[in-house]
């Protein structure tokens, strides 16, 4: 059974360039949610897509924008990057209607973003 | 403030327990949870508690709550050097369609 899985584990862009981040959940889920992780931080939520809509949103700049596709599978775009945008870039999906309230979300290995 | 704080640092000897300290400001919380995050790898869960509860054990995890100081808890008895890892705290919500927010994670060493 695949777990969540992310692309590329690595990247390095420079200030103003655009990034294409992808994950593809664990198999069965069909909810992703993307989170930022800062060196030294927590996780920080960006937003969640279920049935390919954004379904709630942290408190993140348009710049950040995703997509689900129809396998569930999402893409996180962030544009116009600042040297700030450099983190970790977690996926985590999920299961609505697993039965569980809380929804027990299964995490990647995360995309390092560095921003130069 | 910060909605969920850790203590940064932690640091056992090997056969030790370590329990590792939380608190949190939103006192709606509904589940609270522990992630564990090894080097270069994402989170895992460990485990979760609900806001009913006092106390969950699970193998060499022991999780206490109290709801009137807000205060969560994390103890590993008999800790090994595989435990070194970060651990954040979580707390979710209803309201927030249970979306996880963390603490910026208690970095635990474990000293042979």
């Known amino acids: 059974d695949a777990g969540v899985t992310q692309s590329p584990t690595h990247l390095i862009k420079t200030r103003g360039q655009q990034v294409t981040l992808r994950c593809s959940p664990k198999s069965g889920h069909d909810t992703v949610s993307w989170y930022q992780q800062a060196l030294g931080q927590g996780p920080q939520f960006i937003f969640q897509y279920y049935e390919e809509e954004e379904r709630q949103r942290g408190n993140f700049p348009d710049r950040f924008s995703g997509h689900q596709f129809p396998n569930y599978s999402s893409e996180l775009n962030v544009n116009a990057l600042l040297l700030g945008d450099s983190a970790l870039y977690l996926c985590?999906?999920?299961?609505?209607?697993?039965?569980?309230?809380?929804?027990?979300?299964?995490f990647g290995p995360g995309t390092r973003l560095t921003v130069l | 403030g910060e909605d969920v704080e850790q203590s940064l640092f932690l640091s056992v000897r090997e056969g030790d327990s370590s329990v590792i300290n939380c608190t949190y400001t939103?006192?709606?919380?509904?589940?609270l949870y522990w992630y564990k995050q090894e080097p270069g790898a994402g989170l895992q869960l460990l485990t979760y508690i609900f806001s009913n509860m006092d106390m969950k054990q699970d193998q060499r995890l022991t999780v206490l709550l109290n709801k009137k100081d807000k205060h969560l808890s994390l103890r590993i008895a008999d800790t090994q050097t595989g435990d070194s890892a970060i651990y954040f705290c979580a707390e979710s919500k209803p309201g927030g369609s249970y979306i996880p927010t963390f603490g910026r994670g208690t970095s635990l060493i474990v000293h042979p």
């Open positions: 985590a999906s999920s299961l609505v209607g697993s039965g569980s309230l809380h929804n027990e979300q299964f």
């Open positions: 939103d006192s709606s919380s509904t589940y």
